[in-house]
């Protein structure tokens, strides 16, 4: 299998959220202030429902007798800890910063290339697709989630402005780096390449959990916004850890419990 074959759904990817950005670009100009806010309201709702639907795995997911609600607390606890000390939500808004100088960038280009980082990367689809394509040349997933990453990218850069487009280059080297490493981690941990077993994964259902609390923080940092509230926010580049920690968690758990 080619390179080009398992970066096929990612390059696929990046070139809608470009395109997505520049059409929301040449639109959201044209849009009262007062419309865009509504617009950002509405998006955040929509947010809100992505991020509810992807917790709701964690009620298939346990270590033995612990729930995964309990695991996804302590991923996200000591997650946070190790996100703030590390300043990772700091470092996000300094890229965004230096991107903004760098290509003369104007209004709020870093919250923009922020949150659309954070939504476009924080999923189960960004894992299973990137798995999919990249054992399998197989980019349908990766596909669909542009669809769903375009229209999303259509709306924020219409409040947000050209920063969102350079999200586009999170796209690239997070679904890239997953694609690409994915036959070693389907091997070790992630039962193959097959979707469903992906999908009904303890491992996969439970960072899909996590994954759909930090975007209910996207979510409500977008209604802050739109609010006009954004000294608010939720720190969620801060929580990124947990969807490293809340797995080993579950690993821990099951092997003190022997189930």
Do not use: H
């Not at 950005?21 to 419309?35: F, S």
């Not at 999919?132 to 542009?146: E, F, H, I």
């Not at 609010?227 to 809340?246: E, I, K, N, Q, T």
């Amino acid at each position: 299998m080619t390179l080009l074959s398992q970066l096929s759904g990612t390059l696929v990817n990046v070139v809608v959220v470009v395109l997505g950005t520049l059409i929301g670009l040449g639109v959201g100009g044209r849009l009262p202030q007062r419309t865009q806010r509504t617009l950002l309201q509405t998006l955040s709702l929509a947010v809100l429902f992505i991020g509810l639907d992807m917790a709701g795995a964690l009620n298939r997911v346990s270590g033995g007798a612990v729930p995964g609600v309990i695991l996804a607390l302590l991923g996200l606890a000591v997650g946070a800890v190790i996100g703030e000390a590390l300043g990772l939500e700091d470092r996000l808004e300094g890229l965004g910063e230096r991107l903004r100088t760098r290509f003369r960038g104007s209004g709020r280009f870093t919250e923009g290339f922020v949150a659309a980082s954070l939504l476009f990367c924080v999923g189960p689809m960004t894992v299973i697709g990137g798995l999919q394509n990249g054992l399998t040349g197989d980019s349908s997933t990766y596909v669909l989630k542009s669809v769903l990453d375009g229209i999303a990218a259509l709306a924020l850069a219409g409040v947000y402005g050209l920063g969102v487009g350079f999200s586009a280059l999170t796209v690239l080297v997070v679904q890239g780096g997953i694609s690409l490493g994915a036959g070693a981690l389907a091997a070790g941990v992630l039962g193959g390449a097959d979707p469903e077993g992906l999908r009904t994964n303890l491992y996969v259902l439970l960072v899909t959990g996590v994954g759909g609390v930090t975007i209910i923080g996207i979510s409500w940092n977008l209604m802050l916004a739109g609010l006009g509230f954004d000294d608010r926010r939720v720190r969620v580049g801060s929580l990124l850890p947990a969807l490293l920690v809340s797995p080993l968690a579950l690993w821990i758990a099951i092997r003190l419990t022997g189930s």
